[in-house]
């Protein structure tokens, strides 16, 4: 196995692994027809096996305090992307790519990356056991239309009718809004300080 920096010529492989990655995770409609370009720089990584793209990491990280991280003191990186095609998971390859993208953050000098995700347990677990932190949460709600939207959305254009939609709820009555929606995720925030 290889790990090596991204290259264009690898996005289509890029964009097969993620989505195969994200099916069977709790992420499996967030569906990418191209990969995404950063404004800020970023670490770009895939792990290559016999020509295939078998795994991806992408940081984006600041060069000002607080322009991509949500949290924390000094440089940081999010971590936008992390994703093992299933066929290849359990032979350790997220934890080598994590490895390579924490030396070359500590070559620029960040100290911490930070990664939202939600709540899959083996995802979680995968963070803690590479010293990643929990440090912040919210919900993700997907609304589908008839009661469930009913009373929540309202619109001020005549003849439009909402029939889904996407909210994050921040309040502390999380028992409230798991009883009235069926789709909701609490989304963490992880963070790994770099020593």
Same mark, same amino acid.
């Given at each position: 196995?290889?790990?090596? =920096?991204?290259?264009?010529?690898?996005?289509?492989?890029?964009? =097969?692994?993620?989505?195969?990655?994200? +099916?069977?995770?709790?992420?499996?409609?967030?569906? +990418?027809?191209?990969?995404?370009? *950063?404004?800020?720089?970023?670490?770009?990584?895939?792990?290559?096996?016999?020509?295939?793209?078998?795994?991806?990491?992408?940081?984006?990280?600041?060069?000002?305090?607080?322009?991509?991280?949500?949290?924390?003191?000094?440089?940081?990186?999010?971590?936008?992307?992390?994703?093992?095609?299933?066929?290849?998971?359990?032979?350790?390859?997220?934890?080598?790519?994590? @490895?390579?993208?924490? =030396?070359?953050?500590?070559?620029?000098?960040?100290?911490?990356?930070?990664?939202?995700? =939600?709540?899959?347990?083996?995802?979680?677990?995968?963070?803690?056991?590479?010293?990643?932190?929990?440090?912040?949460? *919210? +919900?993700?709600?997907?609304?589908?239309?008839?009661?469930? @939207?009913?009373?929540?959305?309202?619109?001020?254009?005549?003849?439009?009718?909402?029939?889904?939609?996407?909210?994050? *709820?921040?309040?502390?009555?999380?028992?409230?809004?798991?009883?009235?929606?069926?789709?909701?995720?609490?989304?963490?925030?992880?963070?790994?300080? @770099?020593?």
């Amino acid at each position: 196995m290889e790990i090596r =920096r991204y290259r264009s010529e690898d996005e289509e492989g890029w964009v =097969r692994c993620r989505v195969l990655s994200f +099916l069977d995770t709790a992420y499996f409609d967030n569906v +990418l027809k191209e990969k995404e370009t *950063y404004d800020y720089p970023s670490i770009e990584l895939v792990a290559v096996i016999d020509n295939q793209i078998v795994g991806l990491l992408d940081i984006e990280y600041e060069t000002q305090e607080r322009t991509v991280c949500s949290r924390g003191k000094g440089m940081g990186g999010m971590m936008w992307h992390i994703a093992v095609h299933p066929d290849f998971r359990r032979r350790g390859i997220g934890g080598k790519l994590l @490895l390579e993208a924490e =030396r070359i953050s500590k070559n620029i000098g960040l100290n911490r990356i930070e990664a939202w995700t =939600r709540d899959d347990e083996w995802v979680n677990r995968w963070y803690e056991h590479n010293h990643f932190k929990k440090v912040e949460s *919210y +919900l993700q709600v997907f609304i589908d239309g008839g009661e469930e @939207l009913k009373g929540v959305i309202k619109t001020e254009i005549p003849k439009l009718y909402p029939v889904q939609t996407f909210a994050h *709820y921040i309040g502390e009555d999380i028992g409230m809004i798991k009883r009235s929606f069926k789709r909701v995720h609490e989304c963490y925030c992880f963070e790994k300080q @770099l020593v």
